[in-house]
């Protein structure tokens, strides 16, 4: 499921990343957005916050819909 249907607090992790876009692809992954992590959605509006490891993220709709969770 995308990052974008869980709520706030669920955790999953990361299964895959679905995107065609290069620079999308080189962020996420700076972030720690790789399959086998874990994931935590913080906040859902009006942007997304997400813990991976011990750091906080926030990133676009656009962006999280485009990161598959496994819970």
């Known amino acids: ?28 992954m700076a972030m720690g957005v790789l399959p086998g992590n874990r994931i ?6 009006p942007s ?7 750091s906080e993220f926030a990133i676009d709709t656009n962006m999280a819909r485009e990161i598959f969770v496994r819970r």
Request: hydrophobic fraction near 35%; charged fraction near 30%.
């Open 48 to 54: 997304y916050i997400f813990r991976v490891g011990y």
């Open 40 to 45: 935590r959605l913080i906040q859902a509006f």
């Open 1 to 28: 499921m995308p990052l974008t249907e869980l709520k706030s607090g669920d955790e999953g992790e990361i299964a895959y990343i679905q995107t065609e876009d290069d620079k999308k692809m080189q962020k996420l």
